[in-house]
């Protein structure tokens, strides 16, 4: 049963979940480019993610205790938050994946329900909040030079997307981004190269990962997180 006085909200980056995760039955943790991307495409062949702080001493033997892959900078190993990267992982595996963005907000989760959310599976992770009265969905956010939050368009648009299929009441914030993704829905793939992260991505020689993430609802996969990892049941074909 739907219900139509459920509270929907939308705010930015790991400051947010720290905020308000407590106050949330849900928590949605969007990073399009790339974190939560590689998430979906991971989960859906049947792998498992581990979230880790970028940086942090102890992701080797963090990685070896898991029997777990350590993903890398883009070019530099097998698995890295290059979604293309992902689709070689085989069912059964995981990877550990540093991530200045997602992982931390991931991180910065109490307990409840913590989901993966980006474009490629938004409605199926939509249709996984209805579970809760409560649902945060945060856009996790770019970093400027000096560290600070930086609002960028893909995650505001794949916030959008998701809470585009949301019932209850949205807040003023939440409203706005869904206003966003049905400006832009018609032509997600053009939004998202033509935003800094994806020029910059392009600029790198990674246009396919701006692709990839650009599938609007191209799984039905939801990746849910444990308190330590990442995974479901795979639900569709990648």
């Known amino acids: 049963m739907t219900n139509t006085s459920s509270q929907v909200r939308c705010e930015w980056g790991e400051s947010a979940v720290r905020s308000l995760g407590s106050e949330s039955d849900v928590i949605v943790i969007v990073d399009v480019l790339s974190f939560s991307t590689c998430v979906d495409v991971a989960v859906s062949r049947g792998g498992r993610v581990f979230p880790y702080k970028p940086n942090a001493p102890g992701a080797s033997a963090f990685a070896q205790q898991r029997r777990a892959y350590l993903a890398l900078a883009r ?34 989760a109490g307990r409840g329900l913590v989901l993966a959310g980006c474009l490629r599976n938004a409605a199926a992770v939509a249709s996984a909040c209805t579970h809760g009265s409560r649902v945060l969905v945060v856009p996790a956010g770019e970093r400027w030079p000096d560290g600070s939050l930086r609002p960028c368009l893909e995650d505001w648009l794949g916030a959008g997307a998701i809470l585009s299929h949301l019932p209850g009441v949205p807040t003023g914030e939440a409203r706005a981004a869904i206003a966003a993704f049905r400006e832009l829905q018609a032509d997600i793939p053009q939004a998202l190269r033509g935003c800094m992260s994806g020029r910059e991505l392009i600029e790198r020689g990674y246009p396919g990962d701006v692709d990839i993430a650009a599938e609007l609802d191209s799984s039905s996969t939801v990746p849910m997180y444990d308190g330590e990892a990442f995974s479901c049941e795979p639900t569709s074909a990648q």
Request: glycine share 12%.
């Open 75 to 108: 070019g530099e190993g097998a698995f890295s938050l290059s979604p293309a990267s992902f689709r070689a992982l085989n069912s059964g595996e995981s990877v550990v994946l540093p991530s200045p963005n997602g992982a931390m907000a991931v991180l910065a």
